[in-house]
């Protein structure tokens, strides 16, 4: 998968050379680029942004450096497909969630455009839309400065679930909200070596050997955590996912 992000702060995702994000691009299976968009301008202040047509606070980035690095970017050659999905990180937009997360897997060409300020002019997004699917995502309910800490979360979400980027090929199945028999449930408390520790044990089913009650245990801490942290997801399981021993807990 490739994918392109265009940005005033690249030194931001120096993070996506570490760890298992860092791993997948040494091995070819990620090819991300970062460019500076202030390589798109051509005054001697390298001015991205304005007053805002209208008036009010802050200032909005300029139409021209981000058509012109879109245009760049998208013309390179480097995958097999002519067009990528644009992705435009904003607080306006829809909400991120792992679905987005599975399809955008999926896609062979990924461009972020991590807008600052008040945001891009209005044009760019509707002129993007001439040539390219164009998604404006958000990660949550809050104000972030701009939309590079958004496309970290995006991107390491998104790659995780790229074939071959998780070193154990199951890790992603258990996931809390990957599909599946946990779906809308969040994962429960785990452990590890010792068994004991400051006098505090490990759950002894855990230790029993006995799959079938690990397994029930598993779904009952999950049930327990869900009720605890999000208790609105339990509104959302289908009634013939739920058993019996569900609904005692
Ligand atoms: Cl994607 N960008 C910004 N600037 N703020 C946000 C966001 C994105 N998602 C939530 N807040």
Redo the contacts with the bound molecule.
Sequence with gaps: MRIDIITIFADYFAPLDLSLIGRARESGLLDIRVHDLRTWTHDRHRTVDDTPYGGGPGMVMKPEPWGEALDEVTGQEGTDVAVPRLVL???S?VP?TQPHAERLSGEPWLVFAC?RYEGIDSRFVADARERMPVEE???????????E???LV?VEAVARLVPGVLGNADSAVQDSFAPGAMENLLEGAVYTKPPVWRGREVPPILLSGNHGAVDRWRRDEALRTTARNRPELLDEIPEHELDRRDQEV
């Design positions: 990180p904003t607080p937009g991120f807008g995502l958000s990660i949550g309910d809050y104000v972030l400065a701009g939309g800490s958004a496309t995006m």
